[in-house]
């Protein structure tokens, strides 16, 4: 089946911070967010934003490029913030726990296709590509995410 889209243009980072902010309300336990991009796609930026406005504090939120995973209490769900740039198998998923927070976490997930075919099938997916001076966000996910987004305000 072919994932929906929806397309953004995001000018600069506040815009991504933002975008971020709309969207961490309408995520729940078991929801999974793929972030791509190159380096310095915005994908960290993202997802400090967006943990930030989980919690509604102005949090440190560091990159887990060494630690690899950082969780967040959330009164609905712990949050992992993943970068799985440096995994070089997906075998080292299971040894960070991560299948059991697929269940009932909430996962940001930079990095995801080091996750082969352990990536949820249900995942939304946020692609992040520079375009002119900002860069273009695209969320690719089921007609039942790409709803959620609209319905919820985050794709303006």
Not at 32 to 38: C, D, F, I, Q
Not at 96 to 117: N, S
Request: some cysteine; glycine content about 10%; hydrophobic content about 45%.
């Amino acid at each position: 089946m072919t994932p929906e889209t929806a397309s953004l243009f995001l000018a600069d980072d506040a815009a991504t911070a933002a975008l971020a902010g709309r969207v961490a309300p309408l995520l729940r336990a078991g929801d999974t967010l793929l972030l791509e991009g190159n380096i310095g796609a915005g994908k960290t930026t993202f997802a400090r934003a967006l943990i930030r406005a989980r919690l509604g504090r102005e949090e440190d939120v560091p990159s887990p490029t060494f630690t690899l995973v950082q969780t967040y209490d959330d009164p609905e769900a712990e949050i992992w913030h993943c970068d799985l740039y440096r995994l070089t198998s997906p075998d080292e998923i299971l040894e960070l726990g991560l299948d059991a927070a697929f269940d009932d976490g909430i996962c940001l997930i930079e990095w995801p296709e080091r996750l082969g075919t352990a990536a949820p099938k249900a995942a939304l997916r946020l692609v992040l590509s520079p375009e002119g001076d900002g860069r273009m966000a695209r969320f690719e996910g089921s007609t039942a995410w790409i709803e959620r987004l609209r319905m919820g305000g985050a794709l303006g």
